[in-house]
């Protein structure tokens, strides 16, 4: 699908489907609805709005005829719910629905109004162009590369072909144009990153997210195969990699800006490409999902493909340890002592807690690039799902700063992130009687013990830990998403990124 910026009037559409919003409770319309409604005889006011009961409240829809009236064939009115309430956020969220209704009508061409809302909610035109576009391109997403039948081959041969955002005001074409832009490259690569996710284990094995980086264009990119793992001295995720017949690949991912380097970040991301749990088996339900376990890795090689194409002024490396935790003959067990990378001991006390086992090593990686700040995504305990549930991201770190930047960048642009504490009291839960912590804790606090075993690898430097665990799979539609991936943290981290 392809999305255009027009120059000209909403009643000069030609399209299938020309779609125009409206705020709950409003009767007469305004703006570029209100000149819809008046090409249209007032069937918007009079007719739909007072004899059908349309309210405007969010994602409601109202199909009308146009009778040749204006050249759109259709007009689509969408509910934007209370002004008051309204936000960038919900933008997206209404874009998505837009984009499934309209699929649904069979239209190939659809024009749309901007829907900031200068008049009512007075939202700038580039955020509001790249919501459009964000909630657009996620609401459009579908994974149906392994269905050999179609389904429903009439409506897959109703793909949209051209999405135009309609806009009279010529001052706000440029702006228009670059926030769908960036909209259309976050979006993009959200999607790749839901796509890797969606592959079974079987197909996104370690290999393959190494083979993934390497395409990536205008990056540096590192492979480090078992041999040069082993002369890393990265004890801690060699044994969590030992269980399974896929041998491990340690990534490296190199952005570099051409001008001036405002500030080096490293993103890393877990990359257990299946998580069986190990020796610790997980149960059937438990191990269900678990392909989704390299879901930090998906959306950190989704954000470096971002990267390049927006070309922000901060060196970004892209850090991850791929491997599948397996129980085979080889496999670590319970009672294992592991020497991480920083010559830490590890006790093992569940195989199941491997995640932090292989960021142990990626995160004494990411410090050793002196980095200036280090931000981590992994699904990385059922703790958290348990705490904040699907819709959000536990957050937690040694820099409350970053963490403050991080949530502001998820509430602007359409995720959630849910500080959770790193109390030192924590680490008790962790300690070892022989070796200088344990991999896991009893069952209280989880998502926190994880993070402060992972605060014992990332020494002095700035870190903050996403634990994505909820929002990576999701069991229903959710918002501007699908079921299944939603590749937590790429929208938020990119937008960070960027405002550097
Ligand atoms: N990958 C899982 C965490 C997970 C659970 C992600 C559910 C997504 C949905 C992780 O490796 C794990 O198994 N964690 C254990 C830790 C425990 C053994 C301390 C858990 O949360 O049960
Ligand atoms: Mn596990
Ligand atoms: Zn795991």
Known sequence: MEIKIINDSLVNASCDVLVVNLFEGVKTPIGATGEVDKALGNLISSYVIEKENFKGKLNEMYVLPTHGKIPADKVLLVGLGKAEEFNLNKISEVSAKIIKKVKALKAKKVCTILHCCPDVAGFEAA??????AEGTIIGNYEFKKYKSKKEDDDNNKNE????????????????IQKGTEKGQIIAENLNFARDLVNEPACVATPAKLAEVASSIEGIECKIFDREEIEKMEMGAFLAVARGSIHPPKFIHMIY?????????????????????????????????????????????????????????????????????????????????????????TIEIDNTDAEGRVTLADALCYATEQKVDEIIDMATLTGACLVALGQIASGIMGNNQELIDKLIACADKGGEKFWQLPLYDDYKDDIKSDIADMKNAGSRYAGASTAGMFLKEFVGDTKWVHLDIAGPAFMDKDYKEFSKGPTAPAVRALLNYILSI
Not at 266 to 275: C, E, L, M, N, S
């Open 160 to 175: 949209v072909e051209s999405l135009e955002i309609v806009e009279f005001d010529d001052a706000k074409i440029e702006d």
């Open 256 to 344: 570099r800006p051409s001008g001036e380097i405002k500030r080096k970040i490293a993103v890393v991301g877990k990359g257990i490409t299946f998580d069986s749990g190990g020796l610790d088996i997980k149960s059937s339900g438990s191990m269900r999902n678990m392909k989704d376990d390299m879901s930090g890795a998906a959306n950190t090689l989704a954000i470096m493909k971002a990267i390049v194409l927006l070309k922000p002024d901060v060196e970004v490396h892209g850090i991850i340890a791929a491997c599948e935790n397996m129980p085979d003959g080889e496999a670590y067990r319970p009672g294992d002592i592991l020497i991480a990378k920083n010559k830490k």
């Open 127 to 132: 955020p509001c162009a790249q919501m459009i």
